[in-house]
C-alpha cells in the first residue's frame, strides 16, 4: 500500500541527495546510511509514478527549451525577484503590527 509518506519520500528524498551532493560534494543521505534509492526504484515501477516522471522529464525539457529560445529569461526572473523583495519591509523598518485584542 501506497502512502503519503511514501508520496513525500519519493518527491524529497532524491531532490535532498542532489542538494547535498552539490553544495557538499556527497549525498549525505547515503553517506549517513539511508539507501532510498531501492525504495524509488520500487515506487516508480507504479502506473502513477511512471507518469509523475514523465510528466517531469517533460517539463524539465520544456523549460530548458525556453532558457534556450529566450537568454535573457533569468534577468528576468532576477528583476522580477528583486522588484517583490523591495516592497517587503527590511528588519530595520517601521511595521505596523496587527492589535490583537486582550483576553476577558
Request: charged content about 25%; proline content about 7%.
Amino acid at each position: 500500500m501506497l502512502t503519503q509518506a511514501d508520496c513525500a519520500a519519493f518527491a524529497s528524498l532524491p531532490l535532498v541527495g542532489l542538494a547535498t551532493r552539490g553544495v557538499f560534494g556527497e549525498d549525505l543521505l547515503l553517506a549517513d546510511g539511508v539507501d532510498y534509492r531501492p525504495c524509488m526504484r520500487l515506487i516508480g515501477e507504479r502506473p502513477s509514478a511512471k507518469k509523475v516522471l514523465a510528466d517531469r522529464k517533460r517539463r524539465h525539457r520544456s523549460a530548458l527549451l525556453n532558457v534556450a529560445c529566450c537568454p535573457d529569461a533569468s534577468s528576468l526572473y532576477r528583476d522580477r525577484v528583486n522588484a517583490s523583495s523591495a516592497a517587503r519591509p527590511t528588519a530595520g523598518s517601521s511595521v505596523k503590527k496587527p492589535s490583537i485584542p486582550a483576553r476577558r
